[in-house]
């Protein structure tokens, strides 16, 4: 007895789980009601045009029987009534059905994409961009089908088998008892195949994730992949996700295919429990020959619309997987913007020990952070791979949450201020630039500065030395730069960054590592522009070059997450600690490149 409380448990609160998603996901239909009321009419008509074909029948067998062939005409002319009835029925039905659908696609998937573009850092570091592609395309498709193709063949087949039945009781109504009597063993069968349907499902889902997954990296990363023999390893990879979402398909497809021969045998079962017993003369009553053939045909046109509403099951199951999967993206939380303060003007920064560990980690990456980096100077973050640098410059434009300690401008905790003003004063040049696929003067005057003039662009470019490639280019800064920028140079690609950043002329300024990507040339010409752009803007400066670092206000020295050193150039030169190490190091390399 306990085992099968156990077994029945989780079933029945998967059960309650998968209804709960489900009205959920109707709440995103709800507003397009008036087009379901016309495709509720519009397969009533269809529905009527089913029952009123075995009326017809019973007519034309009667009047045969009776030999009044006068009928003839009107009989005819049915035909062609009955038929434009459906067809009618058919079009409004699956029109406006399919007006829902389309409109709940776009409103799920822009819902998804927005609550995308608001999550925290940290969300993207543990979920793939192929997983979110796929839940983006596929999935929602597969819910939209569970909340409007399902619907409407339940709409449909719900009203064409009221249809039928009615007339069937209207004809006799002993022998209809005896054919709802397979009903039970029908629904048995359907909640048997639901439970394994939805697991598939589930599979099949995150299958297509991983195949997104596996062709977006490879696509992407084609030169490593190439270079590095990598093409046969991706290959692999790529097939077995592929395998593994054929595998599960095919296991649907043989559960979906079993389903529908089991409950065509137990309504064939039915028919012929229902023949047998039709010709008793007690049942049978004084129904005429054209009654009898009709009430059998009937019965037998009971077969397409029981089938259809059995495979519902798998078009919901499929969306119900596919909605936990939504769901789990909508309920994320955002970035949490509980400030009530404009940033109206920036003065010092600091970090008053301050802490911070990653979500769902527990070694802190920041620990007893105490910086201070008045208005209008230069803090550069000097440290090996790992140290916190990063990490700490993305506290700033609050990219992460979360830490201990405090983080001030102008003396008030960062998180007072809205996120909207907080990152309108700061400017930001990544390591890894990224580019979208527009033209360069669209990169440069991107998002906010949209309406920025070709003048003010131009100004920009030149200040940051993009006007010397893109003079040679076709049409200047007017040329398109493809996906990421990959039609670009890495260092044509940070260059049109840190005109970006000069073009909204922000007063903090966080570059980090923005001249990684520069050969020696274009570092010098660059580093004269950011030391123009830097005078009087309050900057973070991450960088592994001297040239970058030695006039910088203050310098900091991290290792393991820590300020180990603190200083000017000179003064942490006289201290012979880590950072005199790290400049002798770095002049070898410099001096050997």
Known sequence: MT???????????????????????????????????????????YGAGQ?????????????????????????????????????????IGNYSIAYVGRETVHRMRSEVFEHLLFLPSHFYS?????????????????????????????????????GLMAYMFYLNWKLTLIFIAAGPLIGLVVSMASKRMRRLSRRIQQSVGDITESASEAIKGYQVVRVFGGASAE?????????????????????????????????????????????????????????????????????????????????????????????????????????NQRLEKVGDIEFKQLNFTYPNTTKPVLRDISLRLPQGK????????????????????????????????????????????LRDQISLVNQNVVLFNGTIAENIAYGAMAGATE??????????????????????????????????????????????????????????????????????HIQQALEEVMKGRTTLVIAHRLSTIEKADIIAVMDDGKVVEQGSHPELLDQQGAYAKFHILQSDVDMGS
């Open 455 to 524: 003048e003010q662009i131009l100004a920009a470019a030149e200040a940051a030395h993009v006007n010397e490639f893109a003079a040679r280019l076709p049409d200047g800064i007017h040329t398109p730069v493809g996906e990421n920028g990959v039609l670009l140079s890495g260092g044509q690609r940070q260059r049109i960054a840190i005109a970006r950043a000069i073009l909204k002329d922000a007063p903090i300024l966080i570059l980090d590592e923005a001249t990684s990507a520069l050969d020696t040339e274009s570092e010098r």
């Open 378 to 421: 230069s803090l550069a973050l000097v440290g090996r791979s790992g140290s916190g640098k990063s990490t700490l410059a993305s506290l700033l434009p609050r990219f992460n949450d979360g830490w201990d300690g405090e983080l001030l401008i102008n003396g008030v905790p960062v998180e007072s201020f809205t996120l909207a003003s």
């Open 51 to 91: 029952a009123l074909s075995a009326k017809w029948l019973e007519q034309v067998v009667d009047t045969v029987q009776r030999e009044d062939f006068e009928q003839r005409t009107w009989l005819a002319l049915a035909v062609l009534g009955i038929f434009l009835m459906r067809g009618v029925g058919t079009f």
């Open 3 to 45: 085992s099968e409380q156990d077994k029945s448990g989780p079933d029945a609160m998967r059960s309650k789980e998968g209804w709960s998603i489900y009205k959920r996901l109707l709440t995103y239909v709800m507003p397009y009601w008036p087009a379901f009321l016309v495709s509720f009419i519009g397969f009533a008509i």
């Open 126 to 162: 543990y979920h793939a961009s192929g997983e979110l592609l796929a839940k983006l395309t596929y999935n929602v498709e597969q819910v939209t089908g569970a909340v409007t193709n399902a619907i409407k063949i339940f709409l449909r087949e719900t009203l064409t088998l009221i």
């Open 235 to 339: 290959r692999q990879r790529f097939q077995e996700a592929s395998l593994r979402n054929k595998r599960q398909f095919m296991k649907l497809v043989v559960t979906q295919s079993l389903n529908t021969p089991v409950i065509q045998m137990l309504i064939a079962v039915a028919l012929s429990t229902l023949l047998y017993l039709a010709m008793h003369p007690d049942v049978m009553g004084d129904m005429t020959t054209g009654g009898f053939v009709a009430f059998l045909t009937a019965a037998g046109m009971l077969t397409k619309p029981v089938r259809q509403l059995t495979d519902i099951s798998a078009i919901i199951q499929r969306g119900i997987a596919a909605a936990e999967s939504l769901f789990e993206v909508l309920d994320e939380p955002v970035e949490q913007d509980r400030g």
